[in-house]
């Protein structure tokens, strides 16, 4: 069975920060474009970053440029993200995604797999 899980999620105060993991088993992932996407309550589920399958690209949304950090460790079929100064605006919960299409991945349209979420809380 394939599975994307993901760890990291918590309560945080405004300006900490968090690492959120995104560990996949049931087949290797090493040929897939990964990536981190949040949906906030009553809101739409947003892209927040994206990497490449060699991980020699990557994207950000504006929002968090500068502040978070996408990667990937191939060998353990993980992938990362660094979360830092984090403000109470990148509340949600967050989920991890593989694509094979990098097109797809970065415009939100998954169709291969999903992770199934964790929370983020950003507290003032």
């Known amino acids: 069975q394939v599975q994307l899980v993901e760890s990291g999620g918590g309560l945080v105060q405004a300006g900490g920060s968090l690492r959120l993991s995104c560990a996949a088993s049931?087949?290797?992932?090493?040929?897939?474009?990964m990536g981190w996407f949040r949906q906030a309550p009553g809101k739409e589920r947003e892209f927040v970053a994206a990497?490449?399958?060699?991980?020699?690209?990557?994207s950000y949304a504006d929002s968090v440029k500068g502040r978070f950090t996408i990667s990937r460790d191939i060998a353990k079929n993980t992938e990362y993200l660094q979360m830092n100064s984090l403000k109470p605006e990148d509340t949600a919960v967050y989920y991890c995604a593989a694509e094979k299409t990098w097109w797809n991945l970065i415009n939100a349209k998954v169709d291969d797999y999903w992770g199934q979420g964790t929370q983020v809380t950003v507290s003032s």
């Open positions: 049931g087949r290797t992932f090493s040929n897939y474009h």
């Open positions: 990497i490449s399958w060699s991980g020699g690209l990557t």
